[in-house]
């Protein structure tokens, strides 16, 4: 996560168009693959607000409080924001508040999204929506956890090879020592 930093997207975001176009298993595979690797600019409300230091760069005092708001959908909602570019976001801040952001990754959403308040409950947003002035592209909280289920599931199976691949190289190694 790193404060006042732009990003881009352009293979997330010609995903997002093929998808789009033409809604197929291969291009929502394409989409994931893009969107776990993506950085996003979110919103955020800093209490105290950043201060400009000597050169003009925004600075957050330590200690600061950061809250990342949701939006929230005429039926009561709430989604986490996440902006592929200075453009998506400008398109929000135009209508809304521009406010300070912070560069997240597909993980930092993971951990807000499935983390718990200090009473236990859990978090209210149930999913991220990527450029909502624009292409609107709303991932679930369920699409998120099997995301993170399925990465769980490859690097479990990477492991076992490879402790399989160690034992094998051991074993070997032992025969030849006879």
């Known amino acids: 996560m790193e404060f006042n930093k732009s990003v881009s997207n352009p293979m997330l975001m010609g995903c997002i ?9 291969e291009h929502r595979s394409m989409f994931v693959e893009e969107l776990v690797k993506a950085s996003f600019q979110a919103p955020a ?5 950043p201060v400009q230091d000597a ?10 409080k950061v809250q990342f708001p949701m939006l929230a959908t005429k039926d ?6 996440g902006f592929t570019d200075s453009v ?18 597909f993980d930092d959403y ?3 999204l499935f983390r718990k308040d200090a009473q236990g409950n859990d978090c209210p947003a149930l999913g991220i929506v990527l450029n909502p002035v ?21 690097l479990q199976q990477m492991v076992a090879r490879k402790a399989a691949a160690r034992k094998a190289s051991e ?3 032992s025969e030849e020592a006879k």
């Open 134 to 154: 624009g292409d609107n592209v709303v991932v679930p909280k369920e699409m998120v956890a099997g995301i993170m289920a399925a990465r769980t599931g490859q």
């Open 110 to 112: 993971v951990n807000m």
């Open 55 to 64: 050169e003009g760069r925004l600075t957050i005092a330590p200690g600061s």
């Open 17 to 25: 168009q093929l998808m789009k176009a033409e809604d197929t298993p």
């Open 45 to 49: 409300i800093i209490e105290p607000a």
């Open 76 to 81: 009561g909602k709430n989604f986490f924001m």
């Open 171 to 173: 074993e070997n190694g």
């Open 88 to 105: 998506e976001y400008q398109k929000w801040a135009e209508r809304d508040k521009n406010l300070p952001c912070f560069a997240l990754r």
